[in-house]
C-alpha cells in the first residue's frame, strides 16, 4: 500500500523495522478499526486471533471500509462481514480464504450445488471477491516454498538440526 502513496498504519505484538522502514506506523488496534480505509490482515490463526474480525469490531471500523484478508479463514467471522456488508458498514471485502473452506477450494464445483449457504451468500455480493487460496502462487511464493523444502530434505538427510521442524504434539 505504500508504494501506492497510502499511509500505512498497522497493529503487531511483534513491530518489524521492515514495516517501519517502508513508511509503516504502528497505532493501537482500536485506531486501525477508526481511521483505516483499507484493512489487511496478515497474522496467524492462534486462540487469540480467531474471530479477530468480528460484529464488535465491524461495528467501529470506518463505515465503507475494504476487508482483505489472505491470512487464515478464521480470522474473519464472516457471517458478522455478510451483515456489515448488507448494512454498507464494510464497503467491499476481498479474501483468498474462508473459515469453512475444506471441500470448497481446488476443486471444479461448477456443476455441484454447494451446500454451504453462508459462502454462497458471500459470493453474491458485487463487492467481494473469492479467489480461493490463489494468493500464494507467485513466482518467489514457490520458489520460497520449494527452497525450504529442498533444504529440509538435505539437512535431515545429512543429519543436521532442521531449521523449520514442527514439533508434533
Same mark, same amino acid.
Given at each position: 500500500?505504500?508504494?501506492?502513496?497510502?499511509?500505512?498504519?498497522?497493529?503487531?505484538?511483534?513491530?518489524?523495522?521492515?514495516?517501519?522502514?517502508?513508511?509503516?506506523?504502528?497505532?493501537?488496534?482500536?485506531?486501525?478499526?477508526?481511521?483505516?480505509?483499507?484493512?489487511?490482515?496478515?497474522?496467524?490463526?492462534?486462540?487469540?486471533?480467531?474471530?479477530?474480525?468480528?460484529?464488535?469490531?465491524?461495528?467501529?471500523?470506518?463505515?465503507?471500509?475494504?476487508?482483505?484478508?489472505?491470512?487464515?479463514?478464521? #480470522?474473519?467471522? =464472516?457471517? $458478522?462481514? &455478510?451483515?456489515?456488508?448488507?448494512? !454498507?458498514?464494510?464497503?467491499?471485502?476481498? /479474501? @483468498?480464504?474462508?473459515?469453512?473452506?475444506?471441500?470448497?477450494?481446488?476443486?471444479?464445483?461448477?456443476?455441484?450445488?454447494?451446500?454451504?449457504?453462508?459462502?454462497?451468500?458471500?459470493?453474491?455480493?458485487?463487492?467481494?471477491?473469492?479467489?480461493?487460496?490463489?494468493?500464494?502462487?507467485?513466482?518467489?511464493?514457490?520458489?520460497?516454498? #520449494?527452497?525450504? =523444502?529442498? $533444504?529440509? &530434505?538435505?539437512?535431515?538427510?545429512? !543429519?543436521?538440526?532442521?531449521?523449520?521442524? /514442527? @514439533?508434533?504434539?
Amino acid at each position: 500500500m505504500a508504494g501506492f502513496g497510502c499511509k500505512v498504519i498497522g497493529f503487531d505484538v511483534y513491530h518489524s523495522p521492515a514495516f517501519e522502514k517502508i513508511g509503516g506506523r504502528y497505532v493501537e488496534a482500536q485506531r486501525i478499526q477508526a481511521d483505516a480505509d483499507i484493512i489487511s490482515l496478515h497474522c496467524p490463526l492462534t486462540p487469540e486471533t480467531h474471530h479477530i474480525v468480528n460484529a464488535r469490531t465491524l461495528a467501529l471500523v470506518r463505515r465503507g471500509a475494504l476487508l482483505i484478508n489472505t491470512s487464515r479463514g478464521g #480470522l474473519v467471522d =464472516t457471517e $458478522a462481514a &455478510i451483515e456489515a456488508l448488507k448494512s !454498507g458498514q464494510l464497503g467491499g471485502m476481498a /479474501i @483468498d480464504v474462508y473459515e469453512h473452506e475444506a471441500g470448497l477450494f481446488f476443486k471444479d464445483l461448477s456443476s455441484t450445488v454447494i451446500p454451504d449457504d453462508v459462502i454462497q451468500r458471500l459470493v453474491s455480493f458485487p463487492n467481494v471477491i473469492v479467489t480461493g487460496h490463489q494468493a500464494f502462487f507467485t513466482r518467489e511464493a514457490l520458489g520460497t516454498i #520449494l527452497g525450504t =523444502t529442498l $533444504a529440509s &530434505i538435505s539437512d535431515f538427510a545429512a !543429519g543436521r538440526p532442521l531449521v523449520n521442524e /514442527i @514439533d508434533a504434539p
